[in-house]
């Protein structure tokens, strides 16, 4: 997870003077690349240019947590948002998508560690037992049940701790390191002729009948533009006041393979619990445990400032989660930390949707859960650009941003108010007090997590 941007390919140059494109896409990670792999897998001949503003990979898609993951815990939002039968049809795909980043990674000699080894959802306190019933009941009734229910002995046993009360468990989930995948796409990206610059930020968007992206040495005009840059997109007018910019923290241990086998933590496995500003963690190929926490800070106007990059100013705090929570691995020291930006979306759900003219496209709002997502997201995005009429572009999630955020300064102000709302309760469930009244009442002004809120 720690492992430098590797992947072997040439250097990307910066853009500089003029170029024409057919597809410009502002942002390299998962989303920019899977959309440039997939419009040149059905248009071939199509001139494709891919801008990052440092390093295709160097965003999210980088230094997440790897979780690989589908939409079934997301089934209550994706019917609300476009009904049973399309979050039925979405939560299927994107179990396909997972398996799909494996197939492709071996297809093309990428070292990610891909495992479909899948992953737990537990409750750490006993408010949280339950948190995914009526996810899984609302699965059954549409005569699904990706998730196996598990004894609370069998749920501890394989999250190596008793920590860990209750839980389901979803077998298609999977693991993989996401910057080794983050380069590997880029590697297979230039292999087919996409063409990758870097270090050359989008500093300006000429709304000209043919769009042009302007960036500090250069500009690209093409007859098709695509946004796909996480929460770095609140640049643009349109999207700044549809998400939410909060920080995600994670924390990288030494290696310590001993201490994680005699806990029963399996590689390949992935465990979150059900609070809002969740813990995630899983054990790398290397021996070492990754956990992460969500809910680290909020962006004023959603911009994603220094705070979000390098080391994490948090990672003493999270530390101490994952050894309360990993009681084996008392002592074993850190060998890194680092804080991302999370694109949080109203309903916890992408968008895929164009601004205000049909050759310009983003897509965005994953919400913490984008490794698997992403892919789908490629294939939307791409069927848009093109302007095809499919599944695709059709489908649920192609929608204007959803609503109901306040606006600036009361959406950062209320923000903070919520956010340290969830973090009292969360301090009283894990206590075993109750919430205070008030707490419960701000708590679910929240954007949902993996549990829906009420
Ligand atoms: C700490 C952390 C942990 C996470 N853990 C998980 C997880 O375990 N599982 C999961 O599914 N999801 C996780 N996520 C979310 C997941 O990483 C993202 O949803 C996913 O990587 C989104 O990919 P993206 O391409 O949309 O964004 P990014 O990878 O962030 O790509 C956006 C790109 O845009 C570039 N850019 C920014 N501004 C400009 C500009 N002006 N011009 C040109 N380029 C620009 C950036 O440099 C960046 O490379 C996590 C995120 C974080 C931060």
Redesign the pocket.
Known sequence: MRQALTDAAPEAPQLSGEETADICI???????LWTALRINELEPSARVIV????L??????????????TFWHHFLALERACGQAEALRLARTSAEAVSSIGDFCREHGIDSGFRADGWLWTATNRAQIGAWAKTVEALERSGETPFAPLAPAEVAARAGSERHLAGVFEAGAATVQ?AVL?RGLRRVALERGIEIFER????GLERTPVLGVRTPHGRVRARGVVI???A?AA?LKELRGRFVTIA???VLTEPAPDRLEAAGLRNGISISDSRLMVH?YRPTSDGRLAF?KGGGNLAYGSRVGESFNGPSPRAAAVAAHMYELEPALAGVPLAAS??????RSIDGLPFFTTLGRPDLIAG?G?S???????VLGGRILASMALEREDQWSRCGLVRPPPRGLPPEPLRYLGGRIVRAAVARRERAEDAGRNPTWIDRRLTALAPPGLVPVD
Do not use: H, K
């Open positions: 502002v942002g390299g990670g998962y989303t920019g801008l990052d503003a440092v295709a990979g160097s965003g999210a898609s980088g230094r997440n947590g790897g979780f690989a993951m996401p983050a050359s930020p989008m500093v796909a840059m996480n770095w640049s995600s923290d994670v995630y992460g680092w804080v991302g930006p999370i694109d965005l994953f913490g859960n984008g490794v698997g997502p992403s």
